[in-house]
């Protein structure tokens, strides 16, 4: 069980999403209200994208709300695009190579949920890795498998197909083995460009996920509230739980659906495991 | 806010205590059920005492759910004295030399609770401490500060009277600040022979605080329980919240009052600051 | 490249050997003589038998030498048996989970050297190892693999034999992808009775890797020498490099050979890859 | 024993310096060639100037050359004023709370040597430091106390004389305690504005420290090397030891001498404690 949030918009100080709102992701850390976890204190990670192509990671083993080099950086980076994830391991080490978000070239990926029975799956999952890219998995969870897989079936192309190829293969996997409803996830991608979000469990009820309501609808309700003024019109955010306390600020991704965050009309459909 | 627990008996291997009860401490680290704070992450250290003179350490700095190399070593350590603490920071860095227990020679020390305007207060009770142990203070908490001011004040020939000097000195220092009601603690510390443990704060609120009931009088209780059956008679346990789900287990140690395990008959008695 | 001992004898306690000798396994983090690199700072591990079936083990990811945890550990734990290992990376995260001793039930296995074009060479190796012990791998390094593909080639029953089949097949695999001399190896593994050391490399210029003289020829040395009198005739070191400063205390391991300490006399044999 | 260097002029990427150059500091924390140690593997730091009042900090505890988050950061944080400085401990903990460079304020401080007997000196120094500035003091080392102890005699008026008092203070203290030639160091500490650089040692023989040489000459030695043609003329660095090969580069800042680097001339004079 973990918690994370994607942001695209108005380029912002990363600190406004991560520390200063009440039920802040840093905040989550320690006392989640959604979660089924309360304590999600087993690494944090946050990737973001500035001037260069790639985005950069910052990836810590520590609970999130003791990590002092992260609050630093986060009051003096600026993005307009950035994943951050708390995590709670269900199992595999604590280690920055088991932190999210997953970074491959310019995509990255963070997951909330498990493949349940992953240690009897996962041989057969690895070996459904592309061999090309089989050697740049470098930790041991089944987030990374899944990113690793996604890849695999085009994440870079057809990105709605791939990850719904990826949790087709999880569950047919899993039907070999017979381990019952073995997907439970919500997952954020992105290329720097656009954000994928998913939400899908295989028991048909998922880990919690809610999107932002469109900025100029938020005003209307909330005039004198000063952050959201600044923000472009186009600024979304995703979030495993709400931040914050504006009444009207958030809407529940609908079970097995996905959203993607774009230039002009973001898109919102059913997500069926191929 | 932090989570203790003394042991004193036969001994015992460590992960009896520390991870098989119901409610044992690593439990707590995530799920404390009477702490201020529902988690202690931020550390984790057991002291112990067996064929050598000094006791030995271990403390880690991340949280003691996830500390692989504690769940090692209390699984093959066997000791009849040992004291182990979770720590919940009150502001002062997560790092090693803050972790309790503290040594010093034989003697351990741990404390739950806080010295209110510990940042104003802490230059005039570092001056208290003894010049000659001065230099043996090498983490930044109030209660490193606590146990070297008792040192100071003959922790080592009368404990009682020592950490109620301690006390006295802490709220007298306060009140020439203006800080208002400054002490808050449990504390249990040790010399190897005997276990000494303290409940006290300056509001007469102090944090809970737990000795094991007598095990005869438990025995009668919980015929069939195999645990308690191999321990001897003068086994004792002192700890934050219980353990376990034994009816008739524990018997709270009262408020402004200390204890001490010891051979032949234990002692309670009144604690007041001097 | 690594740093690693192995002991089996008299029971001593674990700092006889880590910290005390002069060049001992600690320093050698710091500052190694005869390693590849003067530096092993990349984390550490002991694994130790004692009353408990299982070994025990300690791994800490920060450099040997500045690793408090380790020291008391050392300063109070006793074993007749136990392999340490300090960590130079070829590559992969400096993580708990790639510090070796690696175990698997009674077993431990710790490696210095690498294998050469791992990254390519990875996928095939893992297709390699038995289904039913993959899940159990837990880290991402060559040392762990090749601990996995012995298991798989039956390490519990023939050691020898099993090595020789795992360096068999990496270089057969290695050769499939073009890849030239690619094992570099002293390996030191243990069931809790015995201790197998192997020392080889593709290239026939293996790793360096010593044997201590009988104890009763050194003793007939260095009469003076206090340590060595409470030894019993049976205690034997492998180690990468030699400790302290006894003339005649160290015999190297012969290139492409491996050595048995065991009851009775100990074995040296030749090493051949199958 | 400790390396570290500051950066003042045309804003570059932190990786040009940290990491790119042969010799370049992170290579220092594996093989300095000019330190008393060859391996600053306890620890590293780096604080940088930016958009914002507070320059910020990055602090990590494990050796430089295996710190994933650091060489992220460098490669997109460009900065046109920090320090950076790599750690070998002189016995103080290892904890992030302990590495360089120390901020306060808009004030950032650096060290490279050690106040010799400071387990003794320590208390009478810490007395010496101005109440108000106490509280801030967070670690254990000799080098934040000397930092403390030169913002309290007035580095934020005068840094030269600051910094001679300081010096003052240490010896004249040391001889109390019959401690003979205490200090050596070599300091950086910087407002965002200027840098102020210190070599001094009681025994007059002090660890090195070298600047650039004018950007000009360099660029007439060697008109074909790209990096330095696009710095500007100002454009200054401070080292412990020689980053890169280019020949003429550097200067030895003489013994008991400070410079300053500013907008103007720069500054050299000798340096005699107070």
Chains 1, 2, 3, 4 share one sequence.
């Not at 009820?205 to 959201?228: C, G, M, Q, V």
């Amino acid at each position: 069980m973990c918690r994370w949030l994607a942001y695209s918009g108005t380029p912002i100080s990363l600190d406004q999403l991560l520390y200063k709102p009440r039920f802040s992701l840093i905040d989550q850390s320690m006392h989640s209200r959604l979660g089924v976890e309360t304590t999600n204190g087993d690494g944090v990670g946050v990737g973001w994208y500035g001037a260069d192509d790639a985005p950069a990671l910052f990836r810590g083993v520590g609970p999130a709300w003791g990590d002092v080099n992260l609050r630093e950086l986060a009051r003096v980076t600026r993005s307009g695009l950035f994943l951050a994830h708390i995590r709670a391991s269900t199992g595999t080490p604590v280690q920055q190579s088991n932190c999210h978000p997953f970074r491959y070239g310019r995509w990255l990926w963070c997951h909330n949920g498990a493949i349940h029975g992953f240690r009897e799956l996962k041989r057969d999952l690895v070996l459904a890795v592309d061999p090309e890219l089989y050697p740049s998995i470098s930790g041991s969870t089944d987030s990374e498998v899944m990113f690793y897989l996604a890849l695999t079936f085009g994440l870079r192309d057809d990105p709605v197909r791939a990850v719904e190829r990826m949790a087709g293969l999880v569950e047919q996997t899993a039907r070999a083995h017979d381990v019952p409803e073995p997907l439970q996830m919500t997952v954020g991608t992105t290329d720097g460009e656009r954000v994928w979000a998913f939400r899908y469990s295989s028991v048909g009820k998922s880990r919690t996920l809610f999107y932002s309501t469109e900025l100029n609808a938020l005003r209307a309700l909330h005039p004198d509230f000063a952050l959201i003024q600044g923000l472009s019109e186009e600024t979304r955010l995703i979030v495993s739980e709400p931040l914050g306390e504006l009444e009207g600020a958030w809407q529940p991704v609908p079970e097995s659906s996905y959203g993607v965050i774009q230039k002009g009309a973001d898109e919102l459909g059913s997500f069926t495991p191929r």
